[in-house]
């Protein structure tokens, strides 16, 4: 297996806290319930970016398993106090656990965290299992429900595919008609949608609010330093070219059509605000994993960087959620501007774009601590909203 | 600190092309153009009265 020497592997935890620094407790708890997925989609960090941890995992999380983080999860709210915490079913595809495997998740977790911390529960999914019966459940179990999807659904299946190549988008635009119905609505939690900047932005996102999401999260394809992101046309920032587009579109509508979740985060924090993405600004990530077969895991999409990124050698049997807010790993991530290279902190928008995603700095040797492999493209797009920001707040300051 | 919302002044933070937010008050808010703007600067409001402590997310879910 190849390690990273890099950075955080060598942070000094103990000194840190001996220095002052205080560990945020977790408030998102992502279940691997099913290691296995009913696609292939090309870009998946799961399967395609040179981790194969989940052939070695139980396909789908046993019932102990989930009492026993739920258990753990309990303990941590207790110790933290905290009023809210949230579990995410995740995979692989989470529905492939079916109709009772879900019910008995869900209901295992609604025991263990019976009355201290109020459980909020999520599924984020492809949506291709996502029919009548399963929406009834989840919305009897108060799951919240993300789907996937690119856009319009020539776009969707230039990457989200069957194995044997057939497109998925017919599927999952029979789930997003249900999902959006009156009556499954209040169970929406919104849309995923990766960036292809091949793809027409106005187009993607007019295809995507014709469901009333929510919120559309588009996420940049996963890439480091060592894996670029595909970069077609003269443009040296196409990702940010394309956000510009759909910030555009959004922000001039005549009514708030959706939220954007990257764009909403840009704006608080040009606003002064801070960011609840871990995607942009400098907010303590609070985010873990819990595997199939209970191991404590940092973000999963830490996988993208080299197998085995997201490693702490902890287990829910054995190890509390305590003692994972001491991983290096973990710790890097809530250290804000303490955590970012050099050549960022020369940097006049540091503080909004905080180096991006932490998984887009991995660079061989070095590890994380390096500017994202997307500075430009953030950079670009964040200039862009300052700027229409500027604009508008200026007219209202001399309206007042 | 803000002497309008109490907001930290976070001008590093916004860089130099954005004006404070938190000295425009809310009831000039009515007659902006801008619904989206309008929410964020709304949202923002709510997080510095609320005051509670601002994490991240994790990234592949809505």
């Given at each position: ?37 009913n ?85 984020q ?35 989200r ?6 497109g ?11 999902l ?21 932005p ?40 394309w ?58 999409t ?41 050549e ?57 | ?16 092309a ?45």
């Amino acid at each position: 297996m190849i390690r990273s020497r890099g950075w955080p592997t060598d942070l000094d935890v103990a000194s840190l806290i001996a220095n002052g620094f205080q560990p945020y407790a977790f408030r998102d708890f992502v279940f691997k319930i099913h290691q296995r997925c009913n696609l292939a989609c090309d870009y998946c960090y799961v399967y395609t970016m040179g981790d194969s941890s989940w052939r070695d995992r139980p396909m789908a999380m046993a019932p102990e398993v989930v009492r026993a983080a739920a258990q753990r999860i309990a303990e941590h709210a207790e110790t933290h106090r905290l009023d809210e915490v949230r579990v995410i079913l995740h995979g692989g595809e989470p529905l492939m656990v079916g109709r009772e495997g879900l019910r008995a998740t869900v209901s295992e977790l609604r025991s263990a965290i019976a009355g201290g911390a109020r459980l909020r529960v999520a599924i984020q999914t492809n949506g291709v299992l996502l029919d009548e019966r399963m929406l009834d459940l989840l919305g009897e179990e108060g799951v919240e429900v993300g789907v996937s999807l690119d856009g319009a659904p020539a776009d969707n299946d230039r990457h989200r595919r069957y194995a044997d190549g057939r497109g998925s988008a017919a599927a999952v635009e029979r789930a997003l008609a249900l999902l959006s119905s009156e009556r499954y609505r209040p169970n929406f939690a919104g849309i995923l949608s990766a960036v292809d900047p091949e793809t027409d932005p106005v187009g993607t996102y007019e295809a995507l609010i014709r469901y009333r999401p929510p919120v559309i999260d588009f996420l940049l394809p996963h890439a480091n330093w060592n894996r670029p992101p595909a970069r077609p046309g003269p443009s040296l920032t196409p990702y940010g070219d394309w956000l510009i587009s759909v910030f555009d579109r959004w922000y001039d509508a005549p009514v708030r059509e959706t939220g954007i979740r990257i764009l909403d985060e840009i704006l608080n924090l040009v606003l002064g605000g801070a960011s609840r993405s871990e995607h942009v600004g400098l907010s303590p990530v609070t985010v873990v994993v819990v595997e199939s077969d209970g191991s404590i895991e940092q973000v999963d999409t830490l996988r993208a960087s080299y197998p085995g990124a997201g490693e702490t050698g902890l287990h829910v049997a054995t190890d509390s959620f305590d003692d994972a807010l001491r991983h290096p790993g973990v710790v890097a991530r809530q250290l804000g501007v303490r955590a970012l290279a050099a050549e960022c902190l020369s940097c006049p928008i540091h503080r909004l774009c905080g180096a991006g995603h932490y998984p887009h700095r991995y660079s061989f040797g070095s590890g994380f601590l390096n500017r994202s492999v997307y500075c430009d493209d953030l950079s670009r797009i964040i200039a862009h909203v300052q700027s229409r920001v500027a604009i508008d707040l200026e007219r209202l300051s001399v309206v007042g | 600190m803000s002497e309008t919302t109490g907001a930290p002044d976070s001008a590093e933070t916004r860089g130099d092309a954005v004006p404070d937010v938190t000295r425009i008050p809310l009831s000039q808010l009515e007659p902006a153009e801008n619904p989206v703007l309008e929410a964020a600067i709304r949202r923002l409001v709510d997080e510095v009265t609320d005051g509670r402590e601002v994490t991240a997310q994790f990234g592949n879910s809505p």
